[in-house]
């Protein structure tokens, strides 16, 4: 009896090992350099429009994985398939920094296996000192860029310099300026401007920033992040908060359209890549995302989205006309650097999602 | 015989039936459960049966919001009533072969995406846009009427968009009215109003009940609208409700946010099946 009850300890036990076996085989599948790539397959998650229309194919053509390209919308959108569901079958997802470090703290991202990734000596030095994700160990970034003003130089009669400028508006402006709606980038402006980080959870703080918010809703034409520049193009609005890259859609429109990175300081987005501990095909993933940086494929990214990437031989190669026409295009990485960046806030994020909600509903 | 009648019934009910079940009573069974459970920091519920999220329902901020959808949607339903009445019962007097046309004409809107329709509404409201523009050129005004961005703009909108699902059941009610009885109310010597009053109206009811639900629900629940034509500066239950799966990851507190409207729904349901039937009862009661 005793024997048999032992026995089927023993028994237990061993598959719990083997489960555990499992488990942890599958969250950390270890990277064979020398595996044979051909016979992977990868699946992407990025944002629509946000890649080379046949990037699929030249990369089949390049090292012969078939590569199945998914849009989602949002962050939310692909955060929702990637830890709700048990195996989202992505093999390489595109997230922001705040949300790569989410996954990554939840274990959920591959450590980037760097010997199969030579190209990331296409990065500029100041790229892999995000706060997100210190040395990129588990994500690479794909572009970035930061947030200011988009206005409109003739309909104004000054240069916009300052988030006060969009906080509390000259009378002759009010009523025409929009800001964005997403909790973290709402409270944007107004932490900058009270000198306060974008990360802060300091209560005090939190009450200050709505105070301005408040005094600043009855002045704006709207809350919007996504029509923004067109409003700025038909001249609806003279002075939006804008992301640098939706300001250029605006200049390609209007060349009376102007970019400028508020004196307090503002944000530095990144757009990341990243790839999933779940997937069976971390060599290919490695791949791809070594064939991203290749300065032809990364720079068509700013050539055509424009949007700055982190590459350096990408930008250089960048045509001059460029950056004549879209300034924004030629902030430095070390300026950039000296934006702040979101981190993922975890539980305070209730908190943000309040604000937002109060200033919208009050 | 009867057997085989009854096979063939369940073969009609069968694929509408499971495709409910699955499609419909599946999901909302999870966003009653998951109403329940606590946040998962990255989205998605951990399995911590709480009642904080009803709780949630009642700080002031989240009342307001359920107050100002209640009231925005609630005047939407009037201003409908008010104007798909008279056009539900003038297309439903209208000759037979007119009358298709008319509610082909109505339910046009629908053969354009939303989004699109929502966006002319833009191009026409804006300070800078045709009707601003218009009057302008016209010499009328010197400054352009702020009409976009404002709560009149939003629920301009949602009457565009909501009108014609009340001016169809509308219409099938009065259509079913029979004339004669108008007729023989006129005959009696009723004038037009107390013949309207007393024979149209209480006949259109049901109709009129129908309608309201129809609009009533999805105007709260509408997210676009307020975005794009109310410059996201009011929130109505279906942006909370947006808000909360899209950006505030709070899976939990949305589904708590849904099922209020499921509830609000339900006992619209309830309250226009027990009017109805009550007036239906106390109609076939009259008829011997």
Request: glycine content about 6%; overall charge negative.
């Amino acid at each position: 009896m005793r024997t048999r009850r032992s026995a089927h300890a023993v028994l237990a036990l061993a598959a719990v090992a083997v489960l555990t076996a499992c488990a942890s085989g599958t969250a950390t599948d270890p990277i064979d350099p020398d595996a044979d790539i051909t016979e992977q397959t990868l699946t992407v998650s990025i944002w629509a429009d946000y890649y080379p229309a046949d990037l699929a194919e030249r990369f089949e053509a390049e090292t012969g994985v078939p590569v199945t390209i998914v849009n989602h919308t949002t962050n939310e959108d692909v955060m929702a398939k990637l830890t709700t569901g048990a195996d989202s079958g992505i093999d390489v997802a595109f997230v922001s920094g705040q949300y790569a470090q989410a996954l990554a703290e939840q274990g959920l991202l591959a450590e980037l296996e760097k010997s199969l990734i030579p190209n990331e000596s296409n990065l500029y030095p100041e790229a892999s000192e995000l706060a997100y994700d210190p040395g990129n160990v588990y994500s690479l970034p794909y572009a970035w860029g930061t947030t200011g003003l988009c206005y409109r130089t003739d309909l104004l009669d000054f240069e916009p310099t300052s988030w006060g400028d969009l906080l509390n508006p000259a009378p002759e402006v009010a009523g025409t300026t929009t800001m964005l709606a997403t909790e973290r980038w709402m409270t944007l402006p107004a932490q900058k401007f009270l000198g306060f980080s974008i990360n802060t959870t300091d209560p005090d703080e939190l009450a200050q920033i709505r105070a301005q918010l408040e005094a600043t809703k009855p002045t704006l034409l709207a809350f919007d992040d996504t029509t923004f520049y067109e409003k700025v193009v038909t001249g609806e609005a003279t002075m939006v908060q804008a992301w640098d890259g939706w300001c250029n859609y605006g200049i390609a429109e209007d060349p009376n359209i102007s970019f400028v990175l508020p004196e307090e300081g503002s944000d530095l987005w990144v757009d990341t890549m990243t790839v999933l501990a779940s997937s069976p095909n971390k060599e290919a993933a490695m791949a791809f995302l070594n064939f991203i940086l290749e300065p032809e494929i990364h720079g068509w990214v700013a050539e055509n989205i424009l949007y700055k990437v982190p590459n350096a031989p990408a930008m250089e190669a960048l045509d001059p006309s460029i950056i004549d026409a879209f300034p924004n295009m030629g902030i430095t990485p070390a300026e950039l650097l000296e934006q702040e960046v979101a981190i993922d806030l975890g539980e305070f994020t209730v908190e943000y999602s309040r604000l937002v909600t109060e200033i919208q509903a009050g | 015989m009867r057997s085989s009648r009854r096979g063939a019934a369940a073969a009609l009910l069968g694929p509408g039936s499971v495709y409910l079940a699955l499609f419909f009573l599946v999901p909302l069974g999870l966003i009653v459960v998951y109403a329940f459970l606590t946040r998962g920091r990255f989205g998605g519920v951990l399995p911590e049966v709480t009642l904080d999220n009803f709780a949630r329902l009642l700080e002031p901020v989240y009342v307001q919001v359920i107050g100002t959808s209640v009231g925005t949607a609630a005047l939407t339903t009037l201003l409908a009533l008010v104007l798909g009445f008279p056009t539900a019962y003038v297309i439903s007097r209208l000759p037979s072969r007119w009358r298709v046309t008319a509610l082909v004409l109505v339910l046009l809107p629908f053969w354009t995406n939303f989004l699109i329709r929502t966006y002319a509404w833009i191009i026409l409201l804006n300070d800078a846009g045709w009707i601003n523009g218009s009057l302008l050129a016209l010499g009328l005004i010197d400054d352009p009427i702020r009409m976009l961005y404002t709560q009149p703009a939003v629920i301009t909108g949602l009457l565009y968009i909501y009108l014609p699902l009340m001016i169809l059941p509308l219409y099938s009610a009065i259509e079913r009215i029979d004339p004669a009885l108008e007729e023989a109310a006129t005959n009696l010597g009723a004038s037009r109003w107390r013949v309207f009053r007393t024979i149209t109206i209480p006949l259109a009811l049901p109709g009129m009940l129908i309608g309201s639900v129809f609009v009533f629900v999805p105007s709260m629940a509408n997210f676009v609208i307020p975005e794009l034509i109310g410059g996201g500066k009011s929130l109505l239950l279906g942006n909370l409700i947006r808000d909360q799966f899209l950006k505030a990851r709070d899976w939990p507190f949305g589904a708590a946010l849904a099922l209020i409207l499921v509830a609000i729904l339900v006992l619209l349901l309830f309250l226009q099946a027990r009017a109805t039937s009550r007036m239906e009862g106390g109609r076939s009661r009259a008829r011997p």
